[in-house]
């Protein structure tokens, strides 16, 4: 019995060893394997996937929800909208960001221009976050009482942790 036990943890093992050297090799041969898929990063470079990401989750939502037609149109010019006036800020960020990474290494850069750079990028991630509070309110304003509902209560799930919150039990 005893041979088995250590014979299966030594297997096991072994296999988390594998499965850990497997991905540390793909991780460091390629840098793609490292970045979560639907982060800006990866569709950075590709305006097509960002816009079938876009799309997919807009229908998605739309699913979710069960818009009619006239709200698909009046919701697909709000989020276009909000695109349109973010991506020009989000590149400056990207930008900004390679900048203040370079600025770490760089002995000759105080901490007083780190902290400036740092409170740009902040003003930049504020005035995006801003203007997707006021798309949300206008939202808000084109979905029904049971949509709105049913939207709080997947934010009720998603933060609390209790998927039951997110389940539509009227059905």
Do not use: W
Not at 41 to 46: K, N
Not at 126 to 145: F, G, Q, Y
Not at 154 to 159: D, E, F, H, N
């Amino acid at each position: 019995m005893k041979m088995k036990v250590k014979n299966l943890a030594l297997q096991s093992l072994l296999a988390v060893s594998f499965f850990s050297l497997g991905y540390f090799g793909a991780v460091t041969t390629d840098p793609a394997f490292a970045l979560d898929p639907v982060s800006p990063q990866m569709t950075a470079g590709d305006p097509q996937l960002r816009e079938a990401l876009k799309n997919h989750f807009i229908n998605k939502f739309f699913n979710l929800i069960d818009a009619t037609e006239s709200q698909k149109k009046e919701l697909n010019a709000l989020f276009d909208e909000q695109c349109q006036f973010a991506t020009p800020i989000r590149e400056k960020m990207r930008s900004k960001g390679l900048r203040m990474a370079e600025m770490i290494a760089d002995e000759s850069v105080s901490d007083q221009v780190m902290l400036a750079e740092a409170d740009e990028l902040k003003a930049m991630r504020d005035e995006i976050a801003t203007r997707r509070r006021n798309t949300m309110i206008k939202v808000r304003s084109v979905l029904t009482k049971e949509q709105k509902e049913l939207i709080a209560n997947r934010i009720k799930a998603r933060l609390t942790g209790n998927p039951r919150l997110g389940l539509r039990l009227d059905r």
